[in-house]
């Protein structure tokens, strides 16, 4: 099995493993909300329910006070001074008992009464509501008690059962059940599809961060192996001569120094990023201008641009007010400004200006060399990436310098890119923001 189709594998148990845990906490999502939707809606109708019978209970505690009539009308008292009963049929229904258990009012009930005949009295259950079924139908009620000195005398001292049919209330509920439960499952489904497509959304990143570090550690080992190559070469080749003296073996000596200076300075480079990827890197950004900042990274290069038949041109201008690490934007402008000489030809020009655009602060780098071409220009910040023709072996880079540029200016939520130099060479521009105080 060939290292990309591993990696293609374990890709693609990670999505699904991703896919899993995404589906997994929609639906567990789905299910929390939809038991708490419907516990809400059916305490709200229970409370409702309970609330009218509340009243009723009320109304019948505290009746109007009534003149006494000649000879008892005992059904008509209980006709005119309780609450008239709503007009859907069995929606409330009231039952007086004696304390024997008797029906004291069958011809208030009416139609009703053949529905409700069979309820017995029990005096246990007085003050507790209850849900009760009788034939099958199901009604809310609560038996209370009433006091001998109510105003009603068809109620007074008499065990009163109000009853509320909640036939309606039940049906709903149950539809309000149906319906959640397909909607559950019809968003379920809608989920099944998004936590596909987040899966692959989510992985995409991951996957180039898994190239991204492949393609690393090849390349940190490449760039390793060279010259711990040469520097064993070497010590082999001396080991072979053990009379020849320091001066004799000077050559070689020379050689493997220099590739422990290339080593040196490609483990450092390399320290450097794995410690802007680790955010363990310390900053010390403070508010400044320009001037405090440019003069330190520029001067030296003037002698060295100089010496070596090249012209270095100094245009700054402007003086806004920004906020960053003067160390860090000193080893940009060293890095920018190394490459720019290293890769401009004898008589060449090397050019260093600022301008403001916008909210934007532009550093300009330019110098005439050969240039680079469309496709490099995207590809010229990534880890180990040389030009061709420009950026090899032989002019002692690694290939990190640009990609420590960039992450310099990204930590200073800048931007940097490369644009042509016409009509010879490139410009590197970093846009740094400008603080208003």
Do not use: C
């Not at 008292?77 to 004696?98: E, G, H, T, W």
């Not at 309820?119 to 009788?134: A, F, H």
């Not at 596909?196 to 989510?202: E, G, K, Q, S, V």
Request: charged share 20%; hydrophobic share 40%; proline share 4%.
């Amino acid at each position: 099995m060939t290292q990309k189709t591993r990696q293609n594998k374990i890709t693609r148990r990670q999505q699904f493993k991703l896919f899993l845990s995404i589906m997994a906490s929609f639906a567990i999502l789905f299910l929390t909300l939809g038991i708490i939707i419907f516990n809400l809606f059916q305490s709200s109708t229970y409370r409702s329910i309970d609330t009218d019978i509340r009243n009723q209970v009320v109304s019948i505690k505290k009746q109007p006070s009534m003149a006494k009539k000649v000879g008892p009308a005992p059904n008509n008292a209980i006709d005119q001074n309780k609450k008239p009963d709503p007009k859907a049929p069995f929606q409330a229904s009231i039952l007086v008992f004696d304390k024997n258990g008797k029906l004291l009012n069958k011809t208030s009930l009416g139609n009703r009464y053949s529905v409700l005949k069979n309820i017995k009295l029990r005096k246990r259950n007085v003050n507790v509501k209850q849900t009760l079924v009788v034939n099958n139908m199901n009604f809310r009620s609560m038996l209370i008690k009433v006091s001998n000195k109510n105003n009603n005398p068809m109620y007074a001292g008499h065990y009163i059962l109000i009853m509320q049919n909640i036939d309606t209330q039940i049906q709903a509920i149950k539809n309000f059940e149906e319906i959640l439960i397909i909607t559950f499952f019809i968003f379920w489904i809608i989920a099944l599809v998004i936590s596909y497509f987040l899966a692959r959304i989510n992985m995409l990143p991951i996957v180039k961060s898994w190239k991204q570090q492949t393609e690393f550690v090849n390349d940190a080992a490449h760039e390793l192996r060279t010259p711990l190559t040469i520097i064993q070469g070497k010590l082999e080749y001396m080991l072979t001569k053990p009379n020849k003296t320091i001066l004799d073996e000077a050559e070689a000596i020379s050689v493997s120094l220099d590739e422990v200076n290339r080593l040196n300075s490609l483990t450092n480079n390399l320290l450097v990023l794995a410690r802007s990827d680790s955010a363990t890197t310390k900053y010390n950004f403070e508010m400044t201008t320009p001037e405090f900042f440019l003069k330190d990274p520029i001067e030296p290069f003037k002698d060295i641009i100089n010496s070596q038949s090249k012209v270095f041109q100094i245009n700054l201008h402007h003086h806004p007010t920004l906020l960053l690490d003067r160390d860090k934007i000193k080893q940009l402008l060293i890095i920018l400004l190394d490459n720019a000489t290293k890769y401009t030809p004898k008589n060449g020009t090397i050019k260093i200006y600022d301008q403001v655009e916008g909210t934007k602060y532009q550093l300009v780098i330019s110098d005439t060399g050969i240039g680079i071409s469309d496709n490099d220009k995207e590809k010229i910040f990534g880890r180990f990436y040389r030009v061709d023709k420009s950026r090899n072996t032989n002019s002692g880079g690694h290939g990190l310098g640009l990609a420590i540029a960039k992450q310099i200016v990204d930590i200073h939520h800048g931007h940097i890119f490369v644009r042509d130099n016409l009509p010879q060479g490139s410009e590197f521009v970093i846009e740094l923001p400008i603080k208003h105080i």
